[in-house]
């Protein structure tokens, strides 16, 4: 079993800076891809961002510049570096990693199945 904990959500003005944590505990051998979605109000989830187990990004167009993934393995983590928000970032943020638990096993993204649960709420004001 693997919990995803997200945190660093929170209401900011427009042009502020908040930066989103999501950390995995339980059963893990190994992460490969780990990302980033969004889901704002009467639309429909969007991948913004995700990075690969080299490093290497990809993110939306609309947040190219200002959004920044990195990750940390060591302790199953990955954040999003938000700069110069903009009311239109406003939604709920959802992290999904891929996690192999043990060397045997296949890789799967826990916790995103039909349920999402309740992610992090980013409230940009104008």
């Known amino acids: 079993q693997v919990q995803l904990v997200e945190s660093g959500g929170g209401l900011v003005q427009a042009g502020g800076s908040l930066r989103l944590s999501c950390a995995a505990s339980?059963?893990?051998?190994?992460?490969?891809?780990m990302g980033w979605f969004r889901q704002a109000p009467g639309r429909q989830r969007e991948l913004v961002a995700n990075?690969?187990?080299?490093?290497?990004?990809n993110y939306v167009d609309s947040v190219k510049g200002r959004f920044t993934i990195s990750r940390d393995n060591a302790k199953s983590t990955v954040y999003l570096q938000m700069d110069s928000l903009k009311p239109e970032d406003t939604a709920v943020y959802y992290c999904?990693?891929?996690?192999?638990?043990?060397?045997?096993?296949?890789?799967?993204?826990?916790?995103?199945?039909?349920?999402w649960g309740q992610g992090t709420q980013v409230t940009v004001s104008s």
């Open positions: 999904v990693l891929n996690i192999q638990p043990d060397c045997s096993g296949s890789y799967y993204y826990p916790g995103r199945g039909d349920s």
């Open positions: 339980g059963s893990i051998f190994s992460i490969s891809d």
């Open positions: 990075i690969r187990s080299d490093g290497t990004s």
